[in-house]
């Protein structure tokens, strides 16, 4: 079975500094992928990155990136230059293989960006 | 280009009566999917729709039900609600539901049953 753990309930970063926010997974499938999301107290979840298993690159967008390591199965998102409108919630989250949008979610981890 | 959209944004339902939720995917996108977030069991899938065809189903009692139509719009329903179904219902929409294929997400639709 797929699992996604997130093992920081919260974190705290100083504005333009660079945070690290983890994730593990669990899957006995070859072919997968991962998302990170964003949820601010809105309730919108907003799509920030994606990394397929097959991905020879770390995934980067903007201020966003992935460290992918496969071997130790995490993918732990990376911002950079944090700023207080990225204090939310960050969820990660697996597609399994085959056709679906099903995705297994994490606990989150609740980000705070203070000045 | 306008993203995932979910009406009505809140509601408040008694005990018993059934609620309908509705979601209009990103233009083009034929997968929609449907979580429930609550502050217990965090994010659960519910079910994905394609082409108008239950793909996929999550572990939720019959009282959830959902369909797709013919322009990818999805509704879901919960009949006799309970008040534990209190919670943030979220809509994905994605092109084709295929690997590769970023999956976008609504505001959703913040339910409470009183």
């Known amino acids: 079975a797929q699992k996604i753990t997130q093992t920081q309930p919260g974190m705290f970063v100083q504005e333009k500094e660079a945070v690290t926010l983890d994730c593990t997974y669990d899957?006995?499938?070859?072919?997968?992928?991962l998302f990170w999301y964003k949820q601010p107290s809105s309730g919108e979840m907003i799509f920030l990155i994606y990394?397929?298993?097959?991905?020879?690159q770390n995934a980067t967008e903007g201020r966003y990136s992935l460290n992918f390591q496969k071997a130790r199965k995490s993918a732990n998102l990376v911002i950079s230059a944090s700023q207080l409108g990225d204090s939310a919630m960050y969820f990660c989250?697996?597609?399994?293989?085959?056709?679906?949008?099903?995705?297994?979610f994490g606990t989150g981890t609740r980000l705070q960006v203070f000045p | 280009k306008a993203g995932v959209t979910q009406t009505p944004r809140y509601l408040i339902k008694t005990r018993g009566q059934q609620v309908t939720l509705s979601c209009s995917p990103i233009?083009?996108?034929?997968?929609v999917s449907w979580y429930q977030q609550t502050p217990g069991q965090g994010l659960q899938f519910l079910f994905e729709?394609?082409?108008?065809?239950?793909?996929n189903k999550g572990n939720f009692p019959g009282r959830f039900s959902g369909r797709q139509f013919s322009n990818s719009r999805s509704e879901m329903n919960v009949s006799t609600l309970e008040l534990g179904d209190s919670a943030l219902y979220l809509c994905?929409?994605?092109?084709?539901?295929?690997?590769?294929?970023?999956?976008?997400f609504g505001e959703g639709s913040w339910l409470t049953v009183v």
């Open positions: 994905a929409s994605s092109q084709a539901g295929t690997a590769g294929n970023t999956i976008y």
């Open positions: 899957t006995s499938d070859p072919s997968y992928g």
């Open positions: 990394q397929g298993s097959y991905d020879q």
């Open positions: 989250a697996m597609r399994g293989p085959y056709n679906t949008d099903k995705l297994i």
């Open positions: 233009s083009g996108h034929r997968s």
């Open positions: 729709y394609f082409s108008e065809t239950q793909r």
